[in-house]
């Protein structure tokens, strides 16, 4: 609804609240020298900004308004003061022509002196914010090749943020960040030699990892080996081990099986009884054969009768029985049976039975009697 106080608007963006603006100044309306007091219809959340006839400016903050308009007023300025965003891509040089840095810049935006920004006369303010961050990047990022993005872009934010506050000579504050990029070309190249790396270092890996398993093949299987070596050594032991006391026998190789089987005592006892018996027996026999052996001269007897005797004094010294009969040695049997086919023990020379005292006849010495027969 228009007002007899106000001539019809002069400039009106026609945003709302939601609008992307360049240009915070809304609308811009002259007002009429004569009428009644009135406002003008204007928005509660923007900020009015009179100008006088002398060039001064009169800010009404929201929600303030001015109850009357004084004809000292000329026209009135409606300013939006939110805050408002920018997203926006900047080519930024590089030390080489050929290649630029892409700039990836945000930016928030807000008018905290609309006077001062009224009187700037700036109509576009990302243009405005933008180019003075690319008048500081500027010769910043032409110190570096376009390889080095993350130190050109650490200088950039140094440069930028020791410098003046972006916007603050047309009455803004603006909250900004820079990250710099190579370029596409640059990119899909560094990603091509990323994927020769990765393929390459795969690669290598796999066949480390080849190699390290060949080599922990090859050490089970050493290790393996060696582990029937010495199992196959074990087994070569024990054999000799065995062997050794089983061709001993007798005592040697009941004392190895005691050694493992104690409860076997008993019948290892009666065992070796039984074969020392079988021993004396064996060794009588031989005695026998030897003293009562027919056809051989008597020369050729001296040794062996010597050593009937002296087994015949071994076995007589350890008192074993020999035969059945207790108390009855072999001797007194073989003169109280005569008639037995077994040959006397004692030779039929000697006519005593103590066999301590009997004596092998000597041969005749050959030298002596040369012209007897043999």
Known sequence: MSSPLHRSTDWDQGADRHT?????????????????????????????????RQGSFEVFLPPHRPRRIPRRYTAVYEVDMGVHAIRARVQLPSID??????????????????????????????????????????????????????????????????????????????????????????????????????????????????ARADLE???????????????????????DFYREYLTRGGIDAWAMHLTQHPQDSAKAMTSLHEEQHERLQAQMVLIKEMLTKAGTEPFELEGPRRLAIEAFSAVFGQHVPLERGPGKSVAEKASESPTEPDPPFLPPQSASVDAPAWQPVVPPDPHAAPEEPR
């Not at 650490?154 to 916007?167: R, S, T």
């Not at 090859?218 to 054999?239: D, V």
Request: hydrophobic letters at 35%.
């Open 20 to 52: 992307q603006l360049k240009d915070p100044v809304v609308t811009v309306r002259q007002l009429g020298r004569l009428g009644l007091p009135g406002n003008p219809p204007t928005r509660i959340d923007h900020t009015l900004v009179y100008t006088t």
């Open 97 to 210: 022509d050929a290649h630029e840095f892409e700039a990836s810049v945000e930016l928030d935006w807000q008018v905290t002196d609309p006077a001062r920004y009224v009187r700037s006369g700036h109509r576009d303010v990302p243009r405005l914010l933008l180019g003075r961050l690319e008048q500081a990047a500027r010769p910043v990022t032409r110190r570096f090749p376009i390889s080095d993005s993350a130190n050109a872009e650490a200088e950039v934010l140094a440069a930028v943020g020791e410098g003046k506050p972006l916007g603050e000579e047309a009455g803004l504050r603006a909250l900004w960040t820079v990250r710099l990029r190579r370029d596409e070309e640059g990119i899909a190249h560094a990603q091509r030699l990323r994927a020769i790396a990765h393929a390459t270092t795969e690669e290598v890996l796999t066949q480390q990892g080849g």
């Open 217 to 239: 093949k090859a050490a089970r299987a050493q290790a393996q080996h060696q582990h029937r070596l010495e199992l196959q050594g074990y087994e070569a032991q024990r054999i």
